[in-house]
């Protein structure tokens, strides 16, 4: 689709709610009127009190026209957020016409929908001002309003808990025994880069070392730990217990009360590796089957089965204290409404604490994009998601984190779901960035974050391992960016 943008430089929302409206369509930027086809013309004008959106959408030969209108403002973020407001809610009324059936989330783009919900509350609106502002101002489905209040409400509780100088730390491990099919993150099958793996370690160690000396200088508290990926039991055991054990060393744990290990596939899991995650402090484990269809998971490149992961909770459950996580995806191709329903009656049987329910997202850096192997309508996937969230709820789960992405299928979002008092507080503290988190590893983003003035910083490492290993030198200039910015805000 055609998109002209006059007055204004913001691309990257426009394409957003290009996607939310028309999630088919890839965005063409063009320079120059008049245009053919279909396309949308977004335009910018201000006047000293108002900032107004106007958009004009053509699709197969018709047109729809409609302005909208904002405060402006002298602030710059605040005329920014306002300016894209108008802009989106242009886009999105003007679209609507074409729409079959209207986007769950309507005009929202962002990835985080609960946040607008707990600024809201923050601001003093009652439950029945937050839902009528997500009902008219964002054209926002009952359902998802309702879900995105009581995700708010869960943040705001354990936001509640937090000290000043609370921080997370999450170290990735960007290799696994074989790449999802449908996984976009920066990750290597561990037996094609094996040699990368000891110098990953290497580095990783030198920079555990280098962020935990900052943080002990600068009085930082470790809340929480996540180590994830990839996936970090692809290591083996005696390379884990180092990891884990580097952890211990160099950060100081003693106000921890969460440390979670993703085992993520039973196929890289054993006795002595549960052994290694159990002894070395950790209170929370991750078993994701994705689905419990043998078919699917041979499809989606997966080298276990579901009696895998039946197997595995087992052990665990036998074996250790450790609350366990399960993740779910909706919409893996292969997969139909029954065939998820089963999924998600048979992970209830196991009981764990928490339950990820994700709606699949179509990534570039996903084989699944260039096989595109069919999958589920996005109504089908909606009737999947649906039906998870009824069937777990009736179980004693609440929703307590909630998040969005790209080419999500029919525009839905991930959800995390808890049994009282069992929240995942990382998921909680890296989506709602509440307070700081430390990245270690390839591809990390450490999001450096003032509690008193809501200032946000981030450090990126380098994203491939390759690159990582090289440059020593890098993470120690991090960690003096991490005491540069406590001594400036803190």
């Known amino acids: 689709m055609k998109l002209y943008l006059d007055g204004h430089p913001f691309r990257y929302a426009m394409e ?7 999630p088919s369509e890839r965005p063409e930027f063009v320079d120059e009127l008049p245009l053919d086809g279909d396309f949308a013309i977004l335009t910018l004008k201000e006047t000293p009190k108002s900032l107004f959106g106007i958009a004009t959408v053509c699709r197969n030969g018709k047109r729809e026209t409609v302005t909208t209108r904002m405060k402006n403002s002298e ?31 309507g005009a929202m783009t962002g990835i985080r929908p609960a946040k607008l919900a707990a600024r809201l509350y923050a601001e003093g609106h009652d439950d029945r ?16 309003r309702a879900l995105a209040c009581e995700v708010a409400k869960a943040g705001m509780r354990i936001k509640a808990g937090n000290r000043t100088m609370d921080a997370s730390v999450y170290v990735g491990i960007p290799f696994c025994v074989s790449r999802c099919k449908y996984c976009s993150f920066v990750s290597h099958s561990i037996g094609q880069a094996e040699h990368l793996v000891e110098p990953y370690l290497t580095a990783l160690f030198l920079e555990m070392e280098a962020t935990g000396k900052a943080a002990k200088e600068l009085g930082i508290t470790v809340k929480t730990v996540y180590v994830g990926g990839g996936t970090p039991t692809a290591l083996s055991a005696e390379q884990l217990d180092r990891v884990l054990g580097g952890i211990r060393k160099h950060f100081d744990l003693s106000d921890c009360v969460e440390f979670t290990v993703e085992a993520g596939r039973p196929d890289t899991m054993d006795a002595e590796k549960l052994s290694v995650i159990a002894k070395n402090g950790a209170t929370r484990i991750s078993v994701n089957p994705q689905t419990m269809n043998d078919d699917v998971l041979r499809l989606i490149g997966r080298n276990h089965t579901a009696q895998d992961v039946v197997d595995m909770v087992h052990t665990v459950r036998e074996t250790t204290n450790l609350a366990i996580n399960m993740d779910l995806i909706a919409g893996l191709p292969g997969d139909s409404f029954p065939s998820f329903q089963n999924t998600v009656r048979q992970t209830l049987a196991l009981d764990p604490e928490n339950i990820t329910v994700h709606t699949l997202a179509l990534k570039k850096a996903a084989s699944l994009w260039a096989e595109r192997l069919p999958s589920p309508s996005g109504e089908e996937v909606q009737k999947m998601v649906d039906f998870a969230a009824k069937a777990v709820q009736s179980r004693d789960f609440r929703p307590y984190y909630l998040y969005r992405q790209k080419y999500m299928s029919g525009n839905l979002e991930n959800v995390g779901y808890a049994k009282p008092g069992q929240e995942g507080l990382y998921n909680v503290f890296i989506m709602e960035e509440i307070h700081t988190i430390l990245s270690l590893g390839a591809g990390g983003v450490s999001k450096l974050v003032s509690p008193e003035t809501g200032k946000l910083t981030r450090i990126f490492n380098l994203k491939y391992p390759y690159e990582y290993n090289g440059d020593h030198d890098r993470l120690i200039r991090n960690a003096d960016e991490i005491r540069a910015f406590y001594r400036e805000n803190f």
């Not at 894209?84 to 209207?102: C, D, E, G, H, M």
Request: charged share 25%.
């Open 16 to 22: 957003q709610m290009m996607l939310t409206v028309f």
């Open 75 to 105: 602030e710059e973020l605040l005329y920014k957020r306002n300016a894209q407001q108008a802009l989106k809610l242009a886009f999105y009324r003007a679209s609507r016409p074409f729409l079959k059936t209207p986007p769950p989330w």
């Open 129 to 144: 001002a937050v839902d009528r502002i997500l009902k008219d101002s964002y054209h926002v489905v009952a359902r998802r």
